[in-house]
Protein backbone atom coordinates (compact mmCIF):
# COMPACT_ATOMS: atom_id res chain seq x y z
CA UNK A 1 0.00 0.00 0.00
CA UNK A 2 1.27 3.46 -1.19
CA UNK A 3 -0.04 6.74 0.17
CA UNK A 4 0.84 9.78 -1.55
CA UNK A 5 -0.09 12.97 0.86
CA UNK A 6 0.14 16.23 -0.67
CA UNK A 7 1.13 19.45 1.40
CA UNK A 8 2.56 23.03 1.02
CA UNK A 9 3.29 25.05 3.60
CA UNK A 10 1.65 28.10 2.34
CA UNK A 11 -1.76 27.99 1.43
CA UNK A 12 -3.08 28.59 -2.39
CA UNK A 13 -0.27 26.62 -3.79
CA UNK A 14 -1.93 24.52 -5.88
CA UNK A 15 -2.24 21.25 -3.99
CA UNK A 16 -5.86 20.57 -4.74
CA UNK A 17 -5.38 21.17 -8.60
CA UNK A 18 -2.18 18.68 -8.32
CA UNK A 19 -4.12 15.74 -6.49
CA UNK A 20 -7.09 16.48 -9.14
CA UNK A 21 -4.49 16.15 -11.70
CA UNK A 22 -2.80 13.10 -10.73
CA UNK A 23 -6.35 11.33 -9.45
CA UNK A 24 -6.99 11.28 -13.65
CA UNK A 25 -3.56 9.21 -14.06
CA UNK A 26 -2.21 6.16 -12.59
CA UNK A 27 -4.02 2.68 -11.74
CA UNK A 28 -6.91 2.46 -9.03
CA UNK A 29 -6.73 4.55 -6.41
CA UNK A 30 -8.77 5.72 -2.93
CA UNK A 31 -9.07 9.06 -2.63
CA UNK A 32 -8.49 10.86 1.12
CA UNK A 33 -9.45 14.65 1.42
CA UNK A 34 -7.33 15.53 4.66
CA UNK A 35 -7.72 19.64 4.52
CA UNK A 36 -11.04 18.98 6.54
CA UNK A 37 -11.36 22.51 7.75
CA UNK A 38 -11.79 23.93 3.96
CA UNK A 39 -11.66 20.71 1.81
CA UNK A 40 -12.31 21.70 -2.06
CA UNK A 41 -11.49 18.47 -3.82
CA UNK A 42 -15.29 17.34 -3.59
CA UNK A 43 -15.47 20.73 -6.17
CA UNK A 44 -13.37 18.61 -8.62
CA UNK A 45 -14.71 14.92 -7.75
CA UNK A 46 -18.06 15.56 -7.44
CA UNK A 47 -18.60 12.72 -5.00
CA UNK A 48 -21.82 10.87 -5.11
CA UNK A 49 -22.19 10.40 -0.99
CA UNK A 50 -22.43 6.70 -0.04
CA UNK A 51 -22.63 6.78 3.72
CA UNK A 52 -22.18 9.68 6.03
CA UNK A 53 -20.98 9.29 9.23
CA UNK A 54 -21.02 11.95 12.62
CA UNK A 55 -17.39 12.69 13.97
CA UNK A 56 -17.49 12.93 17.46
CA UNK A 57 -14.52 13.38 19.46
CA UNK A 58 -13.52 15.06 22.83
CA UNK A 59 -15.52 16.51 25.18
CA UNK A 60 -17.71 19.40 25.67
CA UNK A 61 -18.18 21.15 29.58
CA UNK A 62 -21.70 22.09 30.21
CA UNK A 63 -22.37 24.09 33.51
CA UNK A 64 -25.79 23.53 35.18
CA UNK A 65 -27.22 26.78 35.74
CA UNK A 66 -29.78 25.63 38.30
CA UNK A 67 -27.15 23.92 40.43
CA UNK A 68 -23.92 26.69 39.78
CA UNK A 69 -23.94 28.47 42.95
CA UNK A 70 -21.82 31.67 41.15
CA UNK A 71 -18.68 30.85 43.50
CA UNK A 72 -16.54 31.21 40.26
CA UNK A 73 -13.93 28.51 41.39
CA UNK A 74 -14.01 26.91 37.51
CA UNK A 75 -13.26 30.15 36.46
CA UNK A 76 -9.96 30.17 38.11
CA UNK A 77 -9.22 27.03 37.38
CA UNK A 78 -9.60 27.43 33.73
CA UNK A 79 -6.78 28.02 32.08
CA UNK A 80 -8.36 28.56 28.81
CA UNK A 81 -10.81 31.35 29.80
CA UNK A 82 -14.15 28.94 28.36
CA UNK A 83 -16.47 30.16 30.92
CA UNK A 84 -17.73 33.39 30.79
CA UNK A 85 -18.98 35.82 33.87
CA UNK A 86 -22.38 34.54 33.94
CA UNK A 87 -20.81 30.56 34.08
CA UNK A 88 -21.60 29.78 30.54
CA UNK A 89 -19.15 27.52 28.91
CA UNK A 90 -17.30 29.30 25.58
CA UNK A 91 -17.61 26.28 23.15
CA UNK A 92 -14.88 27.78 20.96
CA UNK A 93 -12.47 27.82 23.71
CA UNK A 94 -13.39 24.67 25.94
CA UNK A 95 -10.31 22.29 25.22
CA UNK A 96 -12.44 19.51 26.87
CA UNK A 97 -9.94 18.94 29.65
CA UNK A 98 -12.78 18.13 32.34
CA UNK A 99 -10.82 20.32 35.62
CA UNK A 100 -13.92 22.22 35.79
CA UNK A 101 -15.50 18.68 36.47
CA UNK A 102 -12.92 18.07 39.59
CA UNK A 103 -13.01 21.94 41.38
CA UNK A 104 -16.77 22.48 40.86
CA UNK A 105 -18.28 21.96 44.79
CA UNK A 106 -21.50 21.88 43.73
CA UNK A 107 -21.53 19.07 40.79
CA UNK A 108 -22.86 21.33 38.06
CA UNK A 109 -20.78 20.37 35.53
CA UNK A 110 -20.82 17.57 33.06
CA UNK A 111 -19.09 16.51 30.39
CA UNK A 112 -20.81 15.63 26.92
CA UNK A 113 -19.34 14.15 24.04
CA UNK A 114 -18.42 16.81 21.26
CA UNK A 115 -20.32 16.44 17.96
CA UNK A 116 -17.31 18.25 15.65
CA UNK A 117 -19.04 16.95 11.84
CA UNK A 118 -19.21 14.32 9.53
CA UNK A 119 -16.81 11.90 7.26
CA UNK A 120 -18.46 10.93 3.88
CA UNK A 121 -17.28 7.68 1.47
CA UNK A 122 -18.14 8.60 -1.68
CA UNK A 123 -17.81 7.09 -4.99
CA UNK A 124 -16.00 9.28 -7.87
CA UNK A 125 -14.90 9.01 -11.41
CA UNK A 126 -11.60 8.36 -10.19
CA UNK A 127 -12.33 6.08 -7.53
CA UNK A 128 -13.82 5.80 -3.87
CA UNK A 129 -13.58 8.92 -2.04
CA UNK A 130 -13.53 9.54 1.65
CA UNK A 131 -14.07 13.40 2.94
CA UNK A 132 -14.82 14.70 5.73
CA UNK A 133 -16.30 18.60 6.88
CA UNK A 134 -15.22 19.94 9.87
CA UNK A 135 -17.84 22.06 11.46
CA UNK A 136 -16.78 25.39 11.24
CA UNK A 137 -14.55 26.89 14.45
CA UNK A 138 -14.67 23.16 15.16
CA UNK A 139 -11.78 21.26 17.35
CA UNK A 140 -9.67 18.33 17.06
CA UNK A 141 -9.27 18.64 13.14
CA UNK A 142 -5.96 15.93 13.75
CA UNK A 143 -8.26 13.95 14.45
CA UNK A 144 -10.68 13.83 12.22
CA UNK A 145 -7.79 13.58 9.33
CA UNK A 146 -6.76 10.04 11.21
CA UNK A 147 -10.08 8.90 10.70
CA UNK A 148 -10.39 9.88 7.57
CA UNK A 149 -6.77 8.50 6.22
CA UNK A 150 -7.58 5.30 8.09
CA UNK A 151 -10.81 4.63 6.65
CA UNK A 152 -9.04 5.40 3.41
CA UNK A 153 -6.44 2.53 3.74
CA UNK A 154 -9.06 0.07 4.98
CA UNK A 155 -11.20 0.57 1.73
CA UNK A 156 -8.23 0.52 -0.62
CA UNK A 157 -7.06 -2.77 1.50
CA UNK A 158 -10.51 -4.65 1.32
CA UNK A 159 -11.03 -3.58 -2.07
CA UNK A 160 -6.92 -4.94 -3.26
CA UNK A 161 -5.90 -1.31 -4.20
CA UNK A 162 -2.79 -0.22 -3.78
CA UNK A 163 -3.02 3.43 -3.84
CA UNK A 164 -4.04 6.59 -1.72
CA UNK A 165 -3.56 10.02 -2.89
CA UNK A 166 -4.28 12.27 0.17
CA UNK A 167 -4.98 16.06 -0.19
CA UNK A 168 -3.20 17.90 2.94
CA UNK A 169 -4.04 21.06 5.05
CA UNK A 170 -1.65 24.09 4.76
CA UNK A 171 0.63 24.98 7.82
CA UNK A 172 2.47 22.41 9.82
CA UNK A 173 0.29 22.09 12.68
CA UNK A 174 -2.07 19.30 13.78
CA UNK A 175 -3.67 18.19 11.04
CA UNK A 176 -0.69 18.41 9.15
CA UNK A 177 1.00 15.92 11.53
CA UNK A 178 -1.94 13.63 11.48
CA UNK A 179 -1.74 13.34 7.55
CA UNK A 180 1.68 12.49 7.40
CA UNK A 181 2.29 9.29 9.20
CA UNK A 182 3.03 6.22 7.85
CA UNK A 183 3.06 8.14 4.56
CA UNK A 184 5.01 6.78 1.40
CA UNK A 185 6.01 10.48 0.03
CA UNK A 186 5.25 13.67 1.23
CA UNK A 187 4.45 15.83 -2.33
CA UNK A 188 5.48 19.13 -1.73
CA UNK A 189 3.19 22.16 -3.84
CA UNK A 190 5.61 24.80 -3.75
CA UNK A 191 5.47 28.55 -5.56
CA UNK A 192 8.31 31.29 -6.37
CA UNK A 193 7.60 33.35 -3.87
CA UNK A 194 9.50 34.50 -0.78
CA UNK A 195 6.75 33.57 1.49
CA UNK A 196 6.17 30.27 -0.12
CA UNK A 197 9.64 29.49 -0.31
CA UNK A 198 10.24 30.34 3.66
CA UNK A 199 6.86 28.36 4.74
CA UNK A 200 8.26 25.01 2.13
CA UNK A 201 11.58 24.95 4.05
CA UNK A 202 9.65 24.80 7.79
CA UNK A 203 6.94 21.84 5.97
CA UNK A 204 10.26 20.09 5.07
CA UNK A 205 11.88 20.09 8.24
CA UNK A 206 9.05 18.07 9.42
CA UNK A 207 8.61 15.57 6.99
CA UNK A 208 12.01 15.03 7.41
CA UNK A 209 11.96 15.16 11.26
CA UNK A 210 9.28 12.31 10.50
CA UNK A 211 11.46 10.42 8.31
CA UNK A 212 8.51 10.55 5.37
CA UNK A 213 10.42 10.60 1.95
CA UNK A 214 9.54 13.71 0.25
CA UNK A 215 9.84 15.31 -3.33
CA UNK A 216 8.67 18.94 -4.68
CA UNK A 217 5.87 20.31 -7.48
CA UNK A 218 7.06 23.52 -8.33
CA UNK A 219 4.19 25.81 -9.32
CA UNK A 220 3.77 28.78 -11.21
CA UNK A 221 7.56 28.09 -11.51
CA UNK A 222 7.59 31.67 -14.25
CA UNK A 223 6.30 33.95 -11.80
CA UNK A 224 10.00 34.25 -10.41
CA UNK A 225 12.59 32.86 -12.19
CA UNK A 226 14.90 33.61 -9.51
CA UNK A 227 12.68 31.88 -6.66
CA UNK A 228 12.25 28.97 -8.52
CA UNK A 229 16.34 28.34 -8.85
CA UNK A 230 16.29 29.06 -5.38
CA UNK A 231 13.73 26.21 -4.70
CA UNK A 232 15.60 23.99 -7.29
CA UNK A 233 18.42 24.57 -5.32
CA UNK A 234 17.01 23.48 -2.04
CA UNK A 235 15.71 20.15 -3.63
CA UNK A 236 19.17 19.36 -4.95
CA UNK A 237 20.76 20.44 -1.66
CA UNK A 238 17.80 18.25 0.50
CA UNK A 239 18.40 15.54 -2.16
CA UNK A 240 14.43 16.20 -2.63
CA UNK A 241 13.28 14.86 -6.09
CA UNK A 242 12.03 17.62 -7.87
CA UNK A 243 8.96 16.09 -9.87
CA UNK A 244 8.00 18.97 -12.12
CA UNK A 245 7.66 22.88 -13.40
CA UNK A 246 4.24 24.09 -13.63
CA UNK A 247 4.14 27.29 -15.82
CA UNK A 248 1.64 29.83 -14.07
CA UNK A 249 -1.33 29.18 -16.23
CA UNK A 250 -5.77 30.50 -16.33
CA UNK A 251 -5.74 26.70 -17.17
CA UNK A 252 -5.61 25.80 -13.11
CA UNK A 253 -8.69 28.07 -12.77
CA UNK A 254 -10.16 27.38 -15.54
CA UNK A 255 -10.50 23.72 -15.25
CA UNK A 256 -11.57 24.70 -11.37
CA UNK A 257 -14.97 26.49 -12.63
CA UNK A 258 -15.57 23.56 -15.08
CA UNK A 259 -15.24 21.12 -11.95
CA UNK A 260 -12.63 19.15 -13.92
CA UNK A 261 -9.51 18.15 -13.33
CA UNK A 262 -6.87 20.08 -15.03
CA UNK A 263 -5.80 16.58 -16.76
CA UNK A 264 -9.39 16.54 -18.00
CA UNK A 265 -9.73 20.18 -18.50
CA UNK A 266 -5.94 20.87 -20.58
CA UNK A 267 -4.89 17.04 -21.30
CA UNK A 268 -2.15 18.21 -23.68
CA UNK A 269 -0.37 21.30 -22.21
CA UNK A 270 -1.33 20.31 -17.84
CA UNK A 271 -2.06 17.26 -18.21
CA UNK A 272 1.23 16.30 -20.03
CA UNK A 273 2.45 17.97 -16.79
CA UNK A 274 0.84 15.76 -14.89
CA UNK A 275 2.17 12.96 -16.33
CA UNK A 276 5.12 14.00 -16.31
CA UNK A 277 5.08 14.09 -12.44
CA UNK A 278 3.24 10.76 -12.55
CA UNK A 279 6.12 9.32 -14.50
CA UNK A 280 8.39 10.86 -11.71
CA UNK A 281 6.51 10.09 -8.67
CA UNK A 282 5.87 6.29 -9.82
CA UNK A 283 9.75 5.63 -10.17
CA UNK A 284 10.73 7.29 -6.85
CA UNK A 285 8.31 4.69 -5.26
CA UNK A 286 9.82 1.84 -6.89
CA UNK A 287 13.02 2.90 -5.54
CA UNK A 288 11.60 3.99 -2.71
CA UNK A 289 9.87 0.83 -2.13
CA UNK A 290 12.78 -1.38 -2.82
CA UNK A 291 14.81 0.48 0.38
CA UNK A 292 11.92 0.85 2.45
CA UNK A 293 13.04 1.69 5.84
CA UNK A 294 9.57 2.31 7.53
CA UNK A 295 8.34 5.46 8.82
CA UNK A 296 7.85 6.63 12.45
CA UNK A 297 4.61 6.65 13.43
CA UNK A 298 3.88 9.90 15.85
CA UNK A 299 0.83 10.34 18.17
CA UNK A 300 -1.40 13.27 16.90
CA UNK A 301 -3.23 15.23 19.05
CA UNK B 1 -9.73 48.68 16.91
CA UNK B 2 -8.70 45.16 16.11
CA UNK B 3 -8.86 44.66 12.54
CA UNK B 4 -8.46 40.20 11.70
CA UNK B 5 -7.88 39.44 8.08
CA UNK B 6 -8.93 36.24 7.79
CA UNK B 7 -9.82 33.45 5.18
CA UNK B 8 -11.00 29.98 5.06
CA UNK B 9 -8.57 29.02 2.03
CA UNK B 10 -5.08 29.59 2.15
CA UNK B 11 -2.94 31.71 0.16
CA UNK B 12 -6.38 34.02 -0.94
CA UNK B 13 -3.72 36.86 0.18
CA UNK B 14 -4.43 37.97 3.91
CA UNK B 15 -0.68 38.48 4.44
CA UNK B 16 -0.64 40.94 1.56
CA UNK B 17 -4.13 42.66 2.72
CA UNK B 18 -2.34 42.73 6.02
CA UNK B 19 0.63 44.33 5.44
CA UNK B 20 -1.23 46.70 2.70
CA UNK B 21 -3.40 48.12 4.78
CA UNK B 22 -0.97 48.39 8.02
CA UNK B 23 1.24 50.49 5.52
CA UNK B 24 -2.15 52.76 4.27
CA UNK B 25 -2.87 52.72 8.05
CA UNK B 26 0.18 53.47 9.00
CA UNK B 27 0.94 56.26 5.73
CA UNK B 28 -2.07 58.32 7.67
CA UNK B 29 -0.04 58.60 10.96
CA UNK B 30 -2.07 56.20 12.56
CA UNK B 31 -0.05 53.72 15.32
CA UNK B 32 -0.23 50.68 14.15
CA UNK B 33 0.22 46.97 15.16
CA UNK B 34 0.74 44.42 13.03
CA UNK B 35 0.36 40.84 14.54
CA UNK B 36 1.50 37.68 12.30
CA UNK B 37 -1.03 34.91 13.82
CA UNK B 38 -0.67 32.61 11.12
CA UNK B 39 2.37 31.08 13.97
CA UNK B 40 2.56 28.10 11.35
CA UNK B 41 3.60 30.11 8.44
CA UNK B 42 4.69 33.45 9.61
CA UNK B 43 5.10 35.22 7.01
CA UNK B 44 4.34 39.09 7.33
CA UNK B 45 8.11 39.54 7.98
CA UNK B 46 9.24 38.62 4.43
CA UNK B 47 6.65 42.05 3.24
CA UNK B 48 8.33 44.61 6.47
CA UNK B 49 11.64 43.15 6.80
CA UNK B 50 11.57 44.21 10.57
CA UNK B 51 15.02 45.08 12.88
CA UNK B 52 13.73 42.14 15.88
CA UNK B 53 14.61 44.06 19.15
CA UNK B 54 12.52 41.73 21.23
CA UNK B 55 11.93 38.09 21.43
CA UNK B 56 10.55 35.48 24.00
CA UNK B 57 10.30 32.00 24.07
CA UNK B 58 6.51 30.57 24.03
CA UNK B 59 6.62 27.80 27.27
CA UNK B 60 3.58 25.79 27.38
CA UNK B 61 3.05 24.13 31.24
CA UNK B 62 3.28 20.11 31.05
CA UNK B 63 3.50 17.72 34.34
CA UNK B 64 6.68 16.83 36.19
CA UNK B 65 6.15 13.29 37.79
CA UNK B 66 7.64 12.82 41.48
CA UNK B 67 7.77 8.81 40.66
CA UNK B 68 8.88 8.07 44.53
CA UNK B 69 5.65 9.83 45.55
CA UNK B 70 3.03 8.57 42.98
CA UNK B 71 1.43 5.47 44.61
CA UNK B 72 1.57 4.05 40.67
CA UNK B 73 -0.70 1.12 39.71
CA UNK B 74 -3.02 1.19 42.55
CA UNK B 75 -4.51 4.38 42.05
CA UNK B 76 -3.60 6.17 38.34
CA UNK B 77 -6.30 8.72 38.53
CA UNK B 78 -4.17 10.76 36.32
CA UNK B 79 -3.99 8.65 33.41
CA UNK B 80 -7.52 7.38 33.64
CA UNK B 81 -8.80 11.25 33.72
CA UNK B 82 -6.80 13.29 31.15
CA UNK B 83 -8.57 13.45 27.95
CA UNK B 84 -5.51 14.26 25.55
CA UNK B 85 -3.76 10.32 26.60
CA UNK B 86 -0.43 12.46 27.67
CA UNK B 87 -0.53 10.28 30.63
CA UNK B 88 -0.02 6.62 30.47
CA UNK B 89 1.25 3.92 32.89
CA UNK B 90 4.26 2.02 31.44
CA UNK B 91 4.87 -1.16 33.14
CA UNK B 92 6.14 0.62 36.56
CA UNK B 93 5.87 3.84 36.06
CA UNK B 94 3.68 6.80 34.53
CA UNK B 95 5.02 8.60 31.69
CA UNK B 96 4.38 11.76 30.20
CA UNK B 97 3.41 13.04 26.32
CA UNK B 98 4.41 16.31 26.51
CA UNK B 99 3.46 16.58 22.76
CA UNK B 100 -0.16 15.24 23.68
CA UNK B 101 -0.12 17.99 26.89
CA UNK B 102 -3.00 20.84 26.47
CA UNK B 103 -1.49 22.24 29.69
CA UNK B 104 -4.79 22.24 31.38
CA UNK B 105 -3.42 21.32 34.61
CA UNK B 106 -6.23 18.70 35.81
CA UNK B 107 -3.63 16.18 36.54
CA UNK B 108 -1.73 17.85 38.98
CA UNK B 109 -4.68 18.94 40.33
CA UNK B 110 -6.14 15.30 40.83
CA UNK B 111 -3.26 13.36 41.76
CA UNK B 112 -3.90 12.25 45.82
CA UNK B 113 -0.44 12.55 46.31
CA UNK B 114 0.27 15.63 45.45
CA UNK B 115 3.17 14.08 43.32
CA UNK B 116 2.48 16.13 39.92
CA UNK B 117 3.95 19.28 39.72
CA UNK B 118 4.27 21.27 36.66
CA UNK B 119 7.87 22.33 34.23
CA UNK B 120 7.26 23.64 31.01
CA UNK B 121 8.52 22.72 27.64
CA UNK B 122 8.82 25.68 24.66
CA UNK B 123 6.69 25.42 21.74
CA UNK B 124 7.36 28.29 20.10
CA UNK B 125 8.74 32.23 20.03
CA UNK B 126 7.23 35.39 19.63
CA UNK B 127 9.35 37.95 18.50
CA UNK B 128 8.71 42.21 17.83
CA UNK B 129 10.38 44.87 15.71
CA UNK B 130 9.65 47.23 13.47
CA UNK B 131 9.79 47.49 9.60
CA UNK B 132 8.67 50.67 7.58
CA UNK B 133 7.36 52.47 10.83
CA UNK B 134 4.93 49.67 11.84
CA UNK B 135 5.02 47.40 15.06
CA UNK B 136 5.08 43.97 14.00
CA UNK B 137 4.81 41.08 16.52
CA UNK B 138 5.04 37.58 14.60
CA UNK B 139 4.68 34.15 16.26
CA UNK B 140 6.39 31.16 15.19
CA UNK B 141 5.50 27.74 16.11
CA UNK B 142 8.58 25.52 16.70
CA UNK B 143 8.49 22.71 14.03
CA UNK B 144 7.15 19.51 15.39
CA UNK B 145 4.55 20.85 17.44
CA UNK B 146 1.05 20.88 16.75
CA UNK B 147 -1.04 22.97 18.88
CA UNK B 148 -1.53 26.75 17.46
CA UNK B 149 -3.73 28.16 19.28
CA UNK B 150 -1.95 28.69 23.01
CA UNK B 151 0.87 30.51 21.03
CA UNK B 152 -1.69 32.68 19.25
CA UNK B 153 -3.60 33.83 22.14
CA UNK B 154 -0.55 34.23 24.10
CA UNK B 155 1.15 36.25 20.94
CA UNK B 156 -2.08 38.76 20.96
CA UNK B 157 -1.19 39.46 24.57
CA UNK B 158 2.28 39.95 24.23
CA UNK B 159 1.35 42.46 21.32
CA UNK B 160 1.84 46.11 22.34
CA UNK B 161 -1.92 47.38 21.86
CA UNK B 162 -2.77 50.69 19.66
CA UNK B 163 -4.77 52.41 18.55
CA UNK B 164 -4.95 49.77 15.63
CA UNK B 165 -3.87 46.16 15.31
CA UNK B 166 -4.05 44.19 12.69
CA UNK B 167 -4.24 40.44 13.44
CA UNK B 168 -3.10 38.33 10.59
CA UNK B 169 -4.62 35.19 10.72
CA UNK B 170 -3.72 31.27 9.76
CA UNK B 171 -6.39 30.03 7.22
CA UNK B 172 -9.12 27.81 7.88
CA UNK B 173 -12.10 27.66 10.19
CA UNK B 174 -10.88 25.69 12.89
CA UNK B 175 -9.30 26.71 15.97
CA UNK B 176 -6.10 28.42 15.16
CA UNK B 177 -8.30 30.64 13.25
CA UNK B 178 -10.75 31.19 15.76
CA UNK B 179 -8.19 31.87 18.14
CA UNK B 180 -6.99 34.70 15.88
CA UNK B 181 -10.43 36.03 15.09
CA UNK B 182 -12.80 35.68 18.07
CA UNK B 183 -12.04 39.16 19.89
CA UNK B 184 -11.71 41.48 16.76
CA UNK B 185 -13.42 44.48 16.53
CA UNK B 186 -14.09 43.77 12.40
CA UNK B 187 -13.05 41.22 10.45
CA UNK B 188 -11.63 41.40 6.81
CA UNK B 189 -12.25 38.27 4.70
CA UNK B 190 -9.73 37.71 1.71
CA UNK B 191 -11.33 35.28 -0.87
CA UNK B 192 -10.70 34.70 -4.56
CA UNK B 193 -13.52 34.75 -7.19
CA UNK B 194 -13.09 31.00 -7.82
CA UNK B 195 -15.25 27.84 -6.73
CA UNK B 196 -12.79 26.72 -4.05
CA UNK B 197 -12.81 30.35 -3.44
CA UNK B 198 -16.34 30.69 -3.19
CA UNK B 199 -16.44 27.73 -1.30
CA UNK B 200 -14.39 28.10 1.47
CA UNK B 201 -15.37 31.52 1.48
CA UNK B 202 -18.89 30.41 2.43
CA UNK B 203 -17.36 28.49 5.43
CA UNK B 204 -15.58 31.83 6.96
CA UNK B 205 -19.03 33.42 6.65
CA UNK B 206 -20.65 30.30 9.10
CA UNK B 207 -18.02 30.76 11.16
CA UNK B 208 -18.26 34.78 11.46
CA UNK B 209 -21.78 34.47 12.24
CA UNK B 210 -21.72 31.95 14.94
CA UNK B 211 -19.07 34.57 16.76
CA UNK B 212 -21.04 36.87 16.05
CA UNK B 213 -18.17 39.58 14.66
CA UNK B 214 -19.24 41.93 11.80
CA UNK B 215 -17.02 41.42 8.27
CA UNK B 216 -16.43 42.40 5.27
CA UNK B 217 -15.14 41.09 1.82
CA UNK B 218 -12.23 41.76 -0.30
CA UNK B 219 -12.30 40.15 -3.38
CA UNK B 220 -8.36 39.28 -4.55
CA UNK B 221 -7.31 38.67 -8.20
CA UNK B 222 -10.50 39.81 -9.11
CA UNK B 223 -10.99 39.09 -12.84
CA UNK B 224 -8.78 35.57 -12.66
CA UNK B 225 -12.05 33.69 -11.94
CA UNK B 226 -16.01 34.16 -12.12
CA UNK B 227 -18.76 36.08 -10.89
CA UNK B 228 -20.28 33.27 -9.13
CA UNK B 229 -18.22 35.29 -5.31
CA UNK B 230 -19.44 38.89 -6.34
CA UNK B 231 -23.28 37.41 -6.90
CA UNK B 232 -23.29 35.43 -3.95
CA UNK B 233 -22.19 38.27 -1.65
CA UNK B 234 -24.82 40.55 -2.98
CA UNK B 235 -27.12 38.14 -2.32
CA UNK B 236 -26.40 37.62 0.92
CA UNK B 237 -25.99 41.58 1.52
CA UNK B 238 -22.07 40.89 2.64
CA UNK B 239 -20.61 44.52 1.90
CA UNK B 240 -17.54 43.97 -0.39
CA UNK B 241 -14.64 46.48 0.93
CA UNK B 242 -11.98 46.17 -2.28
CA UNK B 243 -11.47 44.55 -5.53
CA UNK B 244 -8.49 43.79 -5.64
CA UNK B 245 -7.28 43.08 -9.01
CA UNK B 246 -5.78 39.69 -10.73
CA UNK B 247 -2.36 41.02 -12.47
CA UNK B 248 0.80 39.06 -13.41
CA UNK B 249 2.30 42.81 -12.26
CA UNK B 250 0.75 42.32 -8.66
CA UNK B 251 1.84 38.69 -8.73
CA UNK B 252 5.62 39.32 -9.10
CA UNK B 253 5.67 42.13 -7.04
CA UNK B 254 4.48 39.81 -4.29
CA UNK B 255 6.90 36.87 -4.93
CA UNK B 256 9.70 39.29 -4.40
CA UNK B 257 7.75 40.90 -1.24
CA UNK B 258 6.92 43.84 -2.31
CA UNK B 259 4.31 46.30 -1.30
CA UNK B 260 1.84 46.76 -3.60
CA UNK B 261 0.31 50.13 -2.32
CA UNK B 262 3.68 51.44 -3.02
CA UNK B 263 4.07 50.12 -6.57
CA UNK B 264 0.19 49.49 -8.14
CA UNK B 265 -1.64 53.45 -7.97
CA UNK B 266 -5.23 51.18 -8.25
CA UNK B 267 -3.49 48.96 -4.79
CA UNK B 268 -3.25 52.37 -3.41
CA UNK B 269 -6.71 53.39 -3.96
CA UNK B 270 -8.56 50.01 -3.38
CA UNK B 271 -6.85 50.41 0.45
CA UNK B 272 -8.30 53.48 0.84
CA UNK B 273 -12.00 52.36 -0.51
CA UNK B 274 -11.42 49.39 2.13
CA UNK B 275 -10.28 52.07 4.88
CA UNK B 276 -13.33 53.92 4.51
CA UNK B 277 -16.11 50.70 4.60
CA UNK B 278 -14.32 49.52 7.47
CA UNK B 279 -14.13 52.72 9.23
CA UNK B 280 -18.80 53.08 8.21
CA UNK B 281 -19.25 49.83 9.55
CA UNK B 282 -17.52 50.53 13.04
CA UNK B 283 -19.84 53.75 13.08
CA UNK B 284 -22.90 51.91 11.72
Known sequence: MQEIVVISGKGGTGKTSVLSGLASLGPGKVLADCDVDAADLHLIMHPSVQKRHEFISGELAHIDPDVCTDCGICREYCRFDAIDESFRVWEQSCEGCALCLHVCPSGAVRMEPRFNGYWYISETRFGTMVHAALLPGAENSGKLVTTVRTEAREIAEQNGIDLILTDGSPGIGCPVIASLSRASLALIVAEPTLAAVGDLKRVQELTAYFGIPSGIVLNKADINESLSGEIEDFAREKGLPLFGRIPYTEGITRAQIEGLSVTEYDPDGLGAHMRGIWEGIRENLETESASSSGAREEPTS | ?284
Open chain 2, 1 to 284: MRIAIASGKGGTGKTTVAVNLACYLQGLDREVTLVDCDVEEPNCHFFLPPEWDFQQAHNMPVPQIDHEACQGEACLQCARECRFNALIWMVNHIMTFPELCHGCGLCSHICPEGAIGETTRETGIMRCGRGQGIQLCSGSLNVREAMAPPLINRLKTFAPERETVILDAPPGTSCPAVAAIHDADFVVLVAEPTPFGLHDFKLSVDVLKQLGLPFGLVINRDGMGDDSLLDYAEREGISVLARLPHSREAARAYSTGGILIDEIPEFFRQYQNMTQMIQAAQKA
